[in-house]
Protein backbone atom coordinates (compact mmCIF):
# COMPACT_ATOMS: atom_id res chain seq x y z
CA UNK A 1 0.00 0.00 0.00
CA UNK A 2 1.55 3.17 -1.40
CA UNK A 3 1.36 6.21 1.41
CA UNK A 4 1.62 9.50 -0.71
CA UNK A 5 2.62 12.83 1.55
CA UNK A 6 1.77 16.05 0.41
CA UNK A 7 3.54 18.85 2.44
CA UNK A 8 2.42 22.17 3.39
CA UNK A 9 3.00 25.72 2.36
CA UNK A 10 7.35 26.57 1.39
CA UNK A 11 7.82 23.36 2.03
CA UNK A 12 9.45 20.19 0.22
CA UNK A 13 10.02 16.47 0.72
CA UNK A 14 12.24 17.36 3.83
CA UNK A 15 9.35 18.46 5.68
CA UNK A 16 8.19 14.46 6.21
CA UNK A 17 12.25 13.52 6.63
CA UNK A 18 11.01 11.72 10.19
CA UNK A 19 7.99 10.06 8.51
CA UNK A 20 9.82 7.98 5.79
CA UNK A 21 12.23 6.43 8.18
CA UNK A 22 9.40 5.35 9.91
CA UNK A 23 5.89 4.77 7.93
CA UNK A 24 6.03 2.11 5.20
CA UNK A 25 5.76 2.77 1.76
CA UNK A 26 6.09 6.61 1.52
CA UNK A 27 6.26 8.93 -1.50
CA UNK A 28 6.47 12.14 -1.84
CA UNK A 29 4.02 14.18 -4.12
CA UNK A 30 5.97 17.64 -5.20
CA UNK A 31 4.12 20.70 -5.88
CA UNK A 32 3.08 20.77 -9.48
CA UNK A 33 3.14 23.92 -11.50
CA UNK A 34 0.92 26.12 -10.74
CA UNK A 35 -0.68 28.66 -13.05
CA UNK A 36 -1.99 32.10 -12.03
CA UNK A 37 -5.52 31.80 -12.59
CA UNK A 38 -5.67 27.97 -10.45
CA UNK A 39 -7.81 27.85 -7.46
CA UNK A 40 -7.28 25.29 -4.96
CA UNK A 41 -9.37 22.68 -6.34
CA UNK A 42 -8.14 23.52 -9.99
CA UNK A 43 -4.72 23.08 -8.58
CA UNK A 44 -5.37 19.81 -6.51
CA UNK A 45 -6.46 18.14 -10.01
CA UNK A 46 -3.24 18.73 -10.90
CA UNK A 47 -1.98 15.89 -8.56
CA UNK A 48 -4.36 13.06 -9.90
CA UNK A 49 -1.74 12.06 -12.33
CA UNK A 50 1.23 11.44 -9.69
CA UNK A 51 -0.75 8.91 -8.19
CA UNK A 52 -0.81 4.98 -9.27
CA UNK A 53 -5.05 4.65 -8.74
CA UNK A 54 -4.48 0.94 -9.84
CA UNK A 55 -4.07 -0.22 -6.12
CA UNK A 56 -4.81 1.09 -3.26
CA UNK A 57 -3.09 4.07 -1.37
CA UNK A 58 -3.59 6.05 1.52
CA UNK A 59 -2.83 9.89 1.35
CA UNK A 60 -0.58 11.83 4.66
CA UNK A 61 -1.06 15.82 4.53
CA UNK A 62 0.22 18.68 6.54
CA UNK A 63 -1.15 21.83 6.92
CA UNK A 64 -1.14 23.53 2.78
CA UNK A 65 -1.52 19.62 1.77
CA UNK A 66 -4.29 18.88 4.31
CA UNK A 67 -6.15 21.84 1.87
CA UNK A 68 -4.97 20.61 -1.30
CA UNK A 69 -6.59 16.56 0.09
CA UNK A 70 -9.77 18.06 0.67
CA UNK A 71 -10.10 19.13 -2.99
CA UNK A 72 -8.50 16.36 -4.44
CA UNK A 73 -10.19 13.31 -2.59
CA UNK A 74 -13.47 15.07 -4.88
CA UNK A 75 -11.41 12.79 -7.70
CA UNK A 76 -8.97 9.66 -5.93
CA UNK A 77 -10.36 7.94 -3.39
CA UNK A 78 -7.77 6.77 -0.83
CA UNK A 79 -8.16 3.83 1.43
CA UNK A 80 -7.19 6.27 4.55
CA UNK A 81 -6.76 10.00 4.83
CA UNK A 82 -4.74 11.28 7.53
CA UNK A 83 -4.50 15.47 8.11
CA UNK A 84 -1.70 16.82 10.47
CA UNK A 85 -1.87 20.42 11.53
CA UNK A 86 -4.49 21.83 8.60
CA UNK A 87 -7.91 22.35 7.89
CA UNK A 88 -10.88 20.40 6.77
CA UNK A 89 -13.08 23.25 6.38
CA UNK A 90 -13.29 27.04 5.68
CA UNK A 91 -15.16 26.90 8.87
CA UNK A 92 -12.09 25.67 10.59
CA UNK A 93 -9.89 28.27 9.34
CA UNK A 94 -9.02 31.67 12.47
CA UNK A 95 -10.47 34.74 11.97
CA UNK A 96 -7.19 36.51 10.96
CA UNK A 97 -7.35 34.73 7.64
CA UNK A 98 -10.71 35.60 7.19
CA UNK A 99 -10.45 38.65 7.17
CA UNK A 100 -7.60 39.02 4.65
CA UNK A 101 -10.13 37.05 2.47
CA UNK A 102 -11.82 40.61 2.55
CA UNK A 103 -9.32 42.76 2.58
CA UNK A 104 -6.42 41.41 0.48
CA UNK A 105 -4.04 42.98 2.48
CA UNK A 106 -2.11 39.27 1.88
CA UNK A 107 -1.58 40.19 -1.52
CA UNK A 108 1.12 43.70 -0.30
CA UNK A 109 3.21 40.43 0.41
CA UNK A 110 5.40 39.10 -2.50
CA UNK A 111 6.45 35.90 -3.14
CA UNK A 112 10.05 36.91 -1.75
CA UNK A 113 8.90 38.88 1.37
CA UNK A 114 6.89 35.76 2.34
CA UNK A 115 10.31 33.53 2.50
CA UNK A 116 11.46 36.70 4.25
CA UNK A 117 9.14 36.60 6.47
CA UNK A 118 9.86 32.98 7.21
CA UNK A 119 13.23 33.56 7.85
CA UNK A 120 12.61 36.15 10.17
CA UNK A 121 9.41 34.80 11.69
CA UNK A 122 11.54 31.38 12.22
CA UNK A 123 13.23 33.40 14.91
CA UNK A 124 9.79 34.30 17.38
CA UNK A 125 8.93 30.33 17.14
CA UNK A 126 10.91 28.66 20.46
CA UNK A 127 10.54 25.15 19.29
CA UNK A 128 11.96 26.74 15.50
CA UNK A 129 14.72 28.71 16.72
CA UNK A 130 16.10 26.71 19.71
CA UNK A 131 16.35 23.92 17.08
CA UNK A 132 19.24 24.82 15.01
CA UNK A 133 18.78 22.38 12.21
CA UNK A 134 15.14 22.27 11.92
CA UNK A 135 15.30 26.18 11.58
CA UNK A 136 17.67 25.60 8.42
CA UNK A 137 15.81 23.38 7.04
CA UNK A 138 12.85 25.66 7.55
CA UNK A 139 14.33 28.78 5.36
CA UNK A 140 16.58 26.43 2.93
CA UNK A 141 12.83 24.62 2.09
CA UNK A 142 11.01 28.26 1.81
CA UNK A 143 14.03 29.27 -0.54
CA UNK A 144 13.82 26.20 -2.56
CA UNK A 145 10.12 27.25 -3.69
CA UNK A 146 9.83 30.34 -6.34
CA UNK A 147 8.05 33.17 -4.91
CA UNK A 148 5.34 33.42 -7.41
CA UNK A 149 4.55 29.91 -6.31
CA UNK A 150 4.26 31.25 -2.91
CA UNK A 151 2.61 34.09 -3.94
CA UNK A 152 -0.36 32.24 -5.57
CA UNK A 153 -0.45 29.62 -2.65
CA UNK A 154 -0.97 32.20 0.25
CA UNK A 155 -3.82 33.97 -1.86
CA UNK A 156 -5.19 30.55 -2.98
CA UNK A 157 -5.41 29.25 0.71
CA UNK A 158 -7.24 32.67 2.20
CA UNK A 159 -9.62 32.26 -1.26
CA UNK A 160 -10.77 28.88 -0.46
CA UNK A 161 -13.80 28.08 -0.24
CA UNK A 162 -13.54 24.12 1.07
CA UNK A 163 -16.15 22.57 2.82
CA UNK A 164 -16.25 19.33 5.06
CA UNK A 165 -18.76 16.98 3.55
CA UNK A 166 -17.22 14.50 1.18
CA UNK A 167 -15.56 12.16 3.56
CA UNK A 168 -16.52 11.14 7.11
CA UNK A 169 -13.59 9.09 7.58
CA UNK A 170 -10.91 11.28 8.12
CA UNK A 171 -8.42 11.21 10.54
CA UNK A 172 -7.42 14.19 11.95
CA UNK A 173 -4.29 14.82 14.15
CA UNK A 174 -3.61 18.26 15.73
CA UNK A 175 -1.57 19.92 18.19
CA UNK A 176 -3.48 21.57 20.70
CA UNK A 177 -1.17 24.91 20.62
CA UNK A 178 -0.96 25.14 17.31
CA UNK A 179 -0.55 28.81 16.73
CA UNK A 180 -1.25 28.66 12.43
CA UNK A 181 -4.34 26.92 13.01
CA UNK A 182 -5.55 27.25 16.70
CA UNK A 183 -7.23 23.78 18.00
CA UNK A 184 -10.09 25.64 19.22
CA UNK A 185 -11.41 25.76 15.52
CA UNK A 186 -11.17 22.33 14.68
CA UNK A 187 -13.68 19.49 14.61
CA UNK A 188 -13.38 16.26 15.08
CA UNK A 189 -9.63 15.77 15.67
CA UNK A 190 -7.69 13.69 17.57
CA UNK A 191 -5.76 16.15 19.77
CA UNK A 192 -1.96 16.02 20.52
CA UNK A 193 -1.86 18.42 24.08
CA UNK A 194 0.65 20.80 23.35
CA UNK A 195 1.66 20.25 19.95
CA UNK A 196 3.09 23.06 17.38
CA UNK A 197 2.36 23.59 13.92
CA UNK A 198 5.20 21.34 13.30
CA UNK A 199 4.85 18.84 15.62
CA UNK A 200 5.13 16.25 13.06
CA UNK A 201 9.07 17.17 13.13
CA UNK A 202 9.51 18.11 16.88
CA UNK A 203 7.79 15.25 18.13
CA UNK A 204 8.30 12.69 15.38
CA UNK A 205 8.18 9.57 17.30
CA UNK A 206 5.09 10.32 19.04
CA UNK A 207 3.20 11.35 15.55
CA UNK A 208 4.69 8.56 13.61
CA UNK A 209 3.23 6.35 16.21
CA UNK A 210 -0.47 7.83 15.55
CA UNK A 211 0.22 7.99 11.76
CA UNK A 212 1.12 3.91 12.17
CA UNK A 213 -1.83 3.18 14.02
CA UNK A 214 -4.59 4.69 12.25
CA UNK A 215 -3.23 3.46 8.72
CA UNK A 216 -3.06 -0.34 10.41
CA UNK A 217 -6.60 0.09 12.04
Avoid: C
Wanted: aromatic share 12%; hydrophobic share 40%; proline share 6%.
Amino acid sequence: MTNYFISGIASDYRAFLPQYEAIENAVYLPFPKHESKDTMNSYAQKFVPLINQNEPFNIIAHSMGGIITMELIKYVVPQKIILLSTVKSRDEMPAKLTHMRYTNAHKLLPGYGFIKSIEIGSTFFPEIRNNTQLRKTVVDMAKANKPKFLYWAVNAIIKWNGTNDYRKDIIHIHGTNDKMFPYRNIRNAIPVFNGSHEMHVLRAEEINRLINYYLAK
